[in-house]
């Protein structure tokens, strides 16, 4: 094949047995054999880390689909303030209604522990939202607070609790579903056929069944949402209360002596607890997580397959080579040790790439679908090792073809 | 002769070629799974729309899509009967509620669709033949396709549907799509007993049924013309690109697989250039030394891609058959719509041809350069 490049190697050789003149094996070798071969042909070097490098970069996209799927839904919940929730008993996922009475909130107040109760109201069917500039009207998830009992850790909802306290404003959603229509601070439109006046944006984004979220006061919420049932000027009803643990109480003590004190119609769960009830729920509604865990395997395969076909092809022109290492006495230990170096750059070599790419087009469709596409810490380590796995695995097929070389045929 | 030719080369080493065989199988494998989850989206959304008998249908002003239908004044249907084209109305009632299972307490959506048992609405004749069951008050058939988190689905069991009592008077096949976990069907008049807000004067869809021969494009222009702005009114057509184009650009779920695609087909893509140029390299010698007997570049040229058609075509049919035996699996685990359609099948072929007359030419050019003389 390459005459430059099978000098070179004969070179390293030459020059590694000068390094080594014991011939056991194992130990650290002056010549890195393994790299050397590895650049011997830049040109195709390059196009089998193109190969292996989509697949990685298919692994990686398919972890950040399942992680934007499943984290998507979990952005609201994070975003409150609170260390334990009380919910309705029969409540099984945030965007659907099922209050329960506030009475409960103040009973609440009274177990050990418990630093503050705070109402959150909701509603996610009878609110709609009319975009401002296409005048078309789309449902919206509308949550609400006491601005004196400020719930979300949302900054810019903070920022904004004296202007929530004038009648019929809200505060939007600047990562809403581009056809909610940009609302900025000022903007007039209605909500549920009333007027409502946007006083600021904060970000939270839509998952798989909000396209968009507004957030009011509690009065507010009650002016546009009341049901008929309710006397005017009580908020009998909440969906969810926020508690606070007094500092040195633990979390789960304080839910049990709430579980204690409250009926068997309120939920006590800790923040947790909430967030592995939704991920539950999104896993039972459509189960994404194997489908996505189902693309990962298919990179897995795929990329085995090329590596095992970009190794044993390496391994095919170098044979003269490692069957001249054979011939000087290299035992099998040793050349197992240098493909799998060199399996292991190639892993590395190829994971460098589509992880760069990969946080580019993170970005790009975490901005194109409004979703959370995050390169964690567990997916940069999770893929970096499936894919050292599998160029070693790769590796250690591809060896075999030298292991059975006998140097006397291949000259 | 080229393809004979081609044919020795991929057979002469039969563990390599099998291995590439493999490599392209795989990425073939992968364009289709993703085009099968990215296209059961839109056929998820359309379940109910293509089991629906209808011409044109009417839709609140604010319908934005299947599960977010708004209401619009009956009156319209009525209205639209005044065209002589028009021979039929029936009003369609839908709302989401919450199916109570007390065995597993466990509380659930459930999507509920009422309509006049007079009328033949759904092409399902097992919904149809129940019509009777409908009758009867509090009664609803349940879509044996809903999850199991709803309980048993046995005829004559009662659970609870926002607050109020009702019994399983029959079931159903259709599957749930993507309105809900479960989907019933009842009566008019079952329907606003279990949401008592809702009113029979205010419908969520209105199937229209034209004439024979009647043109519905011409017909919708006239009912335009009588119909207030509250009301739209589609064709068939019509209707069905507004719901595919909902869940394709407008939802997470369509977002998600529709990248998922794009990024399938250019790894697909890249994976059988890779795999397809290692091997016509790998025969780069032999090239050569036809090259040297004198055989023409056109020549040559038709063997190489005579070899990455058969390749990529021997590696299609085994791919084809396992892409069918995953969707059934998806499609049992998942309940996920997915099924293979022959525009599918040609589509991903002419994908796999194509690429693999771009790695042929990709690889000639390396020849052309190629001295024989160095080949060696």
Not at chain 1, 20 to 45: E, I, Q, Y
Not at chain 1, 53 to 78: E, H, K, P, T, Y
Not at chain 1, 170 to 176: E, F, G, R, V
Not at chain 1, 242 to 257: F, L
Request: with cysteine.
């Amino acid at each position: 094949m390459d005459v430059a490049a099978t000098t070179t190697s004969l070179v390293d050789i030459g020059r590694a047995t000068l390094a080594r003149p014991s011939f056991k094996s194992h130990g650290s070798t002056r010549v890195p054999l393994a790299w050397r071969n590895l650049l011997a042909d830049k040109r195709r070097l390059l196009r089998s880390i193109t190969g292996i490098s989509f697949a990685v970069l298919l692994m990686f996209l398919q972890l950040g689909f399942r992680n934007a799927f499943l984290d998507s839904a979990l952005r609201v919940i994070q975003s409150i303030d609170a260390d334990i929730v009380l919910m309705s008993t029969t409540k099984f996922r945030f965007g659907r209604k099922d209050p329960f009475s506030r009475r409960q909130l103040y009973a609440a107040r009274a177990a050990e522990g418990v630093l503050s109760v705070r109402p959150i109201y909701g509603e996610w069917m009878t609110s709609i939202w009319k975009n401002p500039e296409t005048q078309k009207t789309y449902n919206a998830q509308v949550l609400a607070f006491d601005p004196d009992e400020p719930v979300f850790l949302l900054p810019e909802v903070n920022q904004h609790l004296q202007e929530l306290r004038q009648p019929d404003t809200a505060l939007s959603d600047a990562n809403a579903r581009r056809f909610y229509g940009t609302a900025s601070a000022g903007t007039e439109t209605e909500l549920s056929r009333r007027r409502i006046r946007i006083i600021g944006t904060f970000a939270l984004g839509p998952d798989f069944t909000t396209d968009g979220t507004l957030i009011l006061s509690d009065r507010n919420f009650l002016k546009f949402f009341a049901s008929d049932r309710l006397a005017a000027g009580t908020l009998a009803d909440v969906e969810l209360g926020a508690v606070k643990v007094q500092p040195g109480y633990a979390a789960e003590e304080v839910k049990q002596s709430l579980r204690q004190l409250l009926p068997g119609n309120v939920a006590v769960r800790t923040k947790a607890e909430m967030l592995a009830l939704e991920t539950a729920f999104q896993n039972s509604v459509s189960p994404v997580g194997p489908i996505f865990l189902l693309g990962t395997a298919i990179g897995f395969v795929v990329g085995m397959m090329i590596s095992y076909q970009v190794l044993y092809t390496d391994l095919s022109d170098q044979l003269p080579q490692y069957a001249t290492l054979k011939a000087m006495g290299y035992d099998n230990a040793y050349l197992v040790q240098v493909v799998l170096t060199q399996s292991i750059f190639y892993a590395l070599i190829a994971w460098l790439p589509a992880w760069g790419l990969g946080l580019l087009l993170y970005r790009l469709i975490g901005d194109v679908a409004l979703l959370p596409m995050h390169m964690t810490f567990g997916i940069v380590i999770g893929t970096l090792a499936i894919t050292i796995a599998m160029c070693a695995i790769a590796g250690l097929l591809a060896v075999r073809r030298v292991l059975k070389a006998d140097p006397s045929d291949v000259f | 002769m080229k393809a004979l030719v081609a044919w020795r080369m991929i057979a002469h080493e039969k563990g390599r070629s099998a291995l590439a065989i493999g490599g392209i199988l795989v990425a073939i494998l992968l364009m289709f799974l993703q085009l099968g989850f990215y296209m059961s989206v839109p056929q998820g959304g359309l379940l109910f729309y293509d089991k629906m008998r209808f011409d044109l249908m009417l839709a609140s002003s604010s319908y934005v899509f299947e599960a977010q239908a708004s209401t619009f004044p009956r009156r319209r249907l009525l209205q639209a009967l005044a065209l002589p084209e028009v021979t039929q109305i029936a009003p369609l009632y839908q709302e989401s509620g919450r199916w109570l299972n007390a065995d597993g307490r466990l509380a659930r959506d459930v999507f509920v669709i009422g309509f006049n048992p007079n009328d033949v609405i759904f092409d399902l004749p097992e919904v149809m033949s129940q019509s009777d069951v409908l009758r009867r008050p509090d009664t609803i058939l349940v879509d044996t396709a809903s999850r199991p988190e709803f309980g048993s689905i046995g005829v004559g069991r009662q659970i609870e549907i926002d607050h109020r009592n009702v019994t399983i008077g029959g079931t159903y096949q259709l599957g749930t799509g993507f309105v809900g976990l479960g989907v019933a069907m009842t009566s008019d008049l079952n329907f606003v007993r279990i949401f008592p807000r809702q009113k029979l004067s205010d419908v969520s869809l209105g199937l229209i049924t034209l004439q024979r021969g009647a043109d519905p494009a011409e017909v919708v222009a006239r009912l335009r013309g009588i119909l207030p702005a509250d009301t739209q009114v589609f064709t068939r057509r019509e209707f069905t690109n507004h719901e595919i184009n909902h869940w394709v650009t407008r939802t997470s779920t369509g977002l998600i697989f529709g990248f998922g695609v794009v990024v399938a087909i250019a790894v697909g893509l890249v994976i059988l250039n890779q795999t397809l140029s290692t091997q016509i390299m790998r025969n780069l010698p032999q090239y050569a030394t036809l090259k040297a007997m004198g055989f023409g570049e056109t020549h040559i040229g038709g063997i190489v891609a005579a070899v990455a058609i058969i390749l990529s075509t021997i590696s299609y049919i085994p791919a084809v058959g396992l892409a069918l035996i995953l969707y059934e699996i998806i499609r049992r685990a998942t309940l996920l719509p997915i099924e293979m359609t022959s525009a599918r099948m040609l589509a991903v072929l002419a994908l796999a041809w194509g690429m693999s007359a771009l790695s042929a030419i990709v690889a000639l050019r390396v020849l052309r350069r190629a001295d024989p003389v160095e080949l060696f």
